[in-house]
């Protein structure tokens, strides 16, 4: 018996919907699946007949191996490796990582929509200082359409004196699927600035 898959299976994110068809060839019976070791995607499910679906939970790398093999003929099952990668659904990274401009912090980040639909995408950046009262310094409220790669979204204000932790949040929603996407990116240490009052 031979497992006709390939190792790499398709790639997915999140709560996306996954459905894949093991197969196998052999003398022409019923066969079994069976997960052996390693751990499949929380949220899908390998069936007896060799079809995994669901909704993945969470992104990562995923190896496991599978085993098959025809009904009254356990002792002759063939086992086989595969990974499947569960991609963040809304990536983001810097562009061009904030950094103090005289009284301002300014930067960019990246925004990545890897999923087939369009989402409605609220992007957020603030500055913190040490008393805790976060200052905007960037804000936007778009549509992020499906497959779109690396859009550059800028933010930057002038602030007071002092040191400033910036963060930046985004959040894509799916309205029809009744799903959110969050990412974050923080600086590693604060940020001071020196001139103004």
């Known amino acids: 018996?031979?497992?006709?898959?390939?190792?790499?299976?398709?790639?997915?994110?999140?709560?996306?919907?996954?459905?894949?068809?093991?197969?196998?060839?052999?003398?022409?019976?019923?066969?079994?699946w069976k997960l052996e070791k390693g751990a499949i995607p929380p949220g899908l499910k390998l069936e007896d007949d060799g079809v995994l679906h669901g909704r993945p939970e969470h992104t990562g790398e995923f190896q496991f191996t599978l085993s098959v093999w025809e009904v009254g003929r356990r002792d002759e099952a063939v086992?086989?490796?595969?990974?499947l990668r569960?991609?963040?659904?809304?990536?983001?990274?810097?562009?061009?990582y904030a950094q103090v401009q005289g009284n301002r912090i300014d930067g960019s980040v990246k925004v990545t929509n890897t999923t087939p639909d369009d989402?409605?995408?609220?992007?957020?950046?603030v500055a913190l200082p040490p008393n805790g009262r976060a200052v905007a310094i960037g804000y936007q409220h778009f549509v992020l359409p499906r497959g779109v790669i690396d859009k550059?979204?800028?933010?930057?204000?002038?602030?007071?004196?002092?040191g400033y932790v910036v963060r930046v949040d985004a959040v894509?929603?799916?309205?029809?699927?009744?799903?959110?996407?969050?990412?974050?990116?923080?600086?590693?240490?604060a940020l001071q600035v020196t001139v103004g009052p």
């Open 172 to 189: 894509g929603e799916v309205a029809a699927k009744n799903v959110i996407y969050r990412e974050y990116l923080q600086t590693a240490s």
């Open 79 to 83: 086992q086989k490796g595969f990974t």
């Open 119 to 125: 989402m409605d995408l609220t992007f957020i950046v």
């Open 1 to 32: 018996m031979v497992i006709e898959n390939d190792t790499d299976l398709p790639d997915t994110y999140p709560h996306a919907d996954y459905q894949l068809r093991f197969h196998a060839r052999g003398r022409g019976g019923s066969v079994h």
């Open 86 to 96: 569960v991609h963040s659904a809304l990536m983001l990274n810097w562009k061009n």
């Open 152 to 162: 550059e979204l800028p933010f930057g204000d002038t602030l007071p004196h002092g």
